[in-house]
């Protein structure tokens, strides 16, 4: 058992670390030449009590103008090439937390994607990450070179005049207090605004997804409100995180206005009763100008941070959902290798904790080679089998074996490789008609890919595709019929020669003609490999070396058409009324 203490997050600062880490060298440079910029900026007032000194003694002041004018260049060319290094150190942090997340979301398990909404992990990868780049320069950099600076500075003050230094201090402090308030609300308004965001990239996923719904529907004007309504509450929010910011931004500038009238009047006091000359107040005064900037930056890292951390936690929860270990892909099984054995033995499975059970102990075997048909009402539990089989979920009790081996104990990519699987919507992926095919098999060559085109059927279109493989199918395949993409997805399953194929209605759209030469192909295919196929037609289904008639999450019966059809009353309804008549 995990305990609340380990559940519980880890703060997000060493999330950021662990993506800093890589980079820390080039940040160390930029940080240094940012604080050289500094350093040479405060070396300017020196300099003018100098000049002013040589003024009033009536020496010379090409010495003091010359140095000057070096130091400005240097601060200026120093401070461009610590800014660029800075830059591009924080796009590689961003970089590289999109990477992680991108490799992280192809893992995830798909209970963790059932619970989550594909928009708002969108947004994660790619907006929060972003504010990333802000955190490590702003935050990171500002604190560390904007810390080091003011100290330098304070010490410098305290090396000019130590009562005017104390005179400023209070004034700092009073100030640093006011922000303590400020802060923690600028953390809360980032991460409401952000989760905005991810709302917003939900929505959008949602419509986009089903578009020709939405404007059949004619729902376009209420989604529209929804669309808004996010965004409008990303703006409230942001506005709320602005209006903190830019309040602890002007209490900071506040702090340093009166910090310099205060040296003004103190130190105008001193000089008048001579414990200070003007050239110290007017160099300690340029100090306290010195200040602003360095002070601004660590208030503004600290303000920064608050944003960043609130995008920083929304990355962290992705990170945190349940997800499969990595792997590097594994072949595909050799021509010719053995076909699968199968068996589900008292398998319980409900999709998660607060839902129903799905299987209430679902037991059958399937032996290597031959056709397996599973047959049920709709929401029997058919397609959990093969979730199950793939291992996108696994069961609460019992066991699923391949060859004699439970599932668990293969290796996932091992397991997926041996195993061709077309799902119940046959999904395309926008891309060509190539890669499509190809996807779970790329390194399939030509003969292969031209024999498969043929048994699937699908030379005639790709003989009338003005592009022929490389034509674009469209985001989700939209430019191909619910048959043609029912072909490509058994197509792309074939290529992959899989020792276990599993068939989701996979041909409930076809037409007879093309279902009737699938059917052949299918049960080809069933000579050297183990099929399972869930059917709605009765062809499909009597040609099958037996069926498993499942219903409510159990299996009812297992046999032959012949044995079933005066064996159980439900299949022998099915086979009089829910299965799809074929011309035979
Ligand atoms: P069949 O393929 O036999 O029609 P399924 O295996 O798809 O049935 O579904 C069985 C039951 O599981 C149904 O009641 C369905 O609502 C539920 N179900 C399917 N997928 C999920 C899921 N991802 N999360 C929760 N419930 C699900
Ligand atoms: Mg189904």
Do not use: C
Request: proline content about 4%; glycine content about 8%; hydrophobic content about 50%.
């Amino acid at each position: 058992m995990r305990t609340a203490q380990q559940d519980a997050a880890p703060p997000t600062w060493r999330l950021l670390l662990a993506y800093v880490r890589p980079h820390r060298w080039a940040l160390l440079i930029g940080a240094v030449l940012s604080l050289l910029t500094g350093a040479t900026g405060l070396l300017l007032p020196l300099v003018a009590r100098e000049l002013i000194d040589d003024l009033s003694h009536d020496r010379t002041i090409t010495g003091a103008l010359l140095l000057m004018s070096g130091l400005v260049v240097a601060n200026a060319s120093v401070g461009a090439l610590g800014s660029y290094v800075l830059r591009r150190t924080a796009e590689s942090v961003v970089l590289g937390a999109r990477r992680a997340l991108s490799s992280y979301l192809l893992r995830l398990r798909i209970a963790a994607v059932d619970r989550t909404e594909p928009g708002d992990l969108m947004a994660r990868i790619t907006s929060d990450t972003t504010l990333l780049r802000e955190v490590t320069t702003d935050s990171l950099v500002g604190l560390g070179t904007g810390g080091l600076t003011l100290l330098a500075t304070v010490a410098m003050m305290g090396f000019v005049d130590p009562v005017l230094l104390g005179v400023t201090l209070a004034v700092i402090l009073a100030a640093g207090t006011i922000l303590g308030v400020i802060v923690p609300r600028i953390n809360k308004a980032s991460r409401q605004a952000q989760d905005a965001v991810g709302v917003m990239g939900a929505s959008l996923e949602r419509i986009l997804g089903a578009l020709r719904t939405v404007k059949a529907s004619g729902a376009e004007h209420r989604e529209e409100i929804r669309l808004h309504e996010a965004a409008e509450d990303s703006w409230r929010q942001s506005v709320r995180a602005a209006k903190w910011t830019a309040a602890a931004g002007n209490t900071a500038g506040l702090a340093m206005q009166i910090a310099f009238i205060t040296v003004l009047a103190v130190g105008g006091a001193r000089v008048a009763t001579g414990a200070v000359d003007v050239g110290t107040l007017v160099a300690f005064l340029l100090y306290v100008f010195y200040l602003m900037s360095p002070i601004q930056q660590v208030v503004g890292a600290i303000t920064q941070y608050q944003t960043g951390s609130a995008a920083l936690a929304r990355i962290q929860e992705a990170l945190r959902l349940p997800a499969e270990p990595a792997a590097e892909p594994a072949p595909l099984p050799s021509p010719g290798a053995e076909p699968a054995a199968l068996a589900f033995t008292d398998v319980r499975f409900r999709y998660a904790e607060d839902l129903p059970y799905v299987h209430h102990g679902v037991t059958f075997e399937v032996p290597a080679r031959g056709m397996t048909a599973f047959v049920g009402p709709s929401g029997a539990g058919k397609t959990t089998v093969f979730s199950l089989i793939e291992r996108f979920y696994d069961p609460e009790s019992g066991a699923i074996t391949l060859d004699g081996r439970s599932v668990e104990d293969w290796e996932l990519s091992l397991l997926r490789s041996a195993i061709g699987y077309v799902e119940q919507d046959a999904p395309v992926l926008s891309g060509s008609l190539r890669d499509n095919l190809l996807l779970g098999s790329p390194e399939a060559d030509d003969d292969a890919l031209t024999r498969v085109v043929k048994t699937t059927r699908l030379d005639g279109l790709v003989a009338r595709l003005p592009k022929g493989l490389d034509t674009l199918v469209g985001h989700r395949g939209t430019k191909l019929s619910g048959g043609e993409r029912q072909r490509v997805a058994i197509a792309r399953a074939l290529l992959r020669r899989p020792r276990l194929l599993l068939l989701d209605e996979a041909t409930s759209q076809l037409d007879a003609v093309n279902e009737a030469a699938l059917r052949d192909t299918v049960a080809d295919v069933a000579r050297t490999t183990t099929v399972l196929v869930v059917a709605h037609r009765l062809s499909t289904v009597t040609m099958a070396d037996r069926i498993v008639v499942m219903d409510a999450g159990r299996v009812r019966a297992v046999g032959t058409h012949r044995e079933l059809v005066g064996a159980d009353p439900l299949y022998a309804e099915l086979a009089a009324t829910q299965f799809l008549a074929t011309a035979e």
